[in-house]
């Protein structure tokens, strides 16, 4: 809750706070979080192994960030979606089921740029 009496300095410490606070929820309860992160490193440990160029690197940092976002965001709505209606509900159901495509649509998308940046690397090997 903003506090009108922070400022905007005391202000912008406390959502860094909130931020760091959310990211330390989703990185030691959410599965799917723990999965992606894990993948993340196994791409940047390739990239360092590969030698990818900078253009590379970037392409790939902005795909895991976009994968990490999309699972943080079906996190979100799942838990509101679960607030709200608490049972089973036909709406609720559909709701989270667009909810879950969010990252589908962000991971194949990854799948595309890394097949892009290391196909040629990987058939270069042989």
């Given at each position: ?42 791409a940047t440990i390739m990239g ?17 960030g976009l994968v990490l976002m ?5 996190t979100a709505i799942e838990k ?47």
């Amino acid at each position: 809750m903003k506090d009108p009496n922070d400022g905007f300095f005391f202000g912008r410490i406390k959502s860094f706070k909130y931020a760091f606070k959310g990211l330390w929820i989703l990185l030691t309860t959410e599965d799917s979080i723990k999965v992606q992160v894990t993948v993340g490193v196994f791409a940047t440990i390739m990239g360092f192994y590969f030698k990818i160029s900078t253009i590379e690197w970037m392409f790939q940092l902005i795909v895991i960030g976009l994968v990490l976002m999309a699972e943080a965001a079906n996190t979100a709505i799942e838990k509101i979606a679960n607030f709200v209606h608490p049972e089973y509900h036909k709406k609720i159901e559909v709701i989270k089921d667009v909810a879950a495509g969010i990252p589908g649509f962000a991971a194949l998308i990854s799948l595309v740029i890394a097949g892009i940046i290391y196909i040629p690397k990987i058939i270069a090997l042989f």
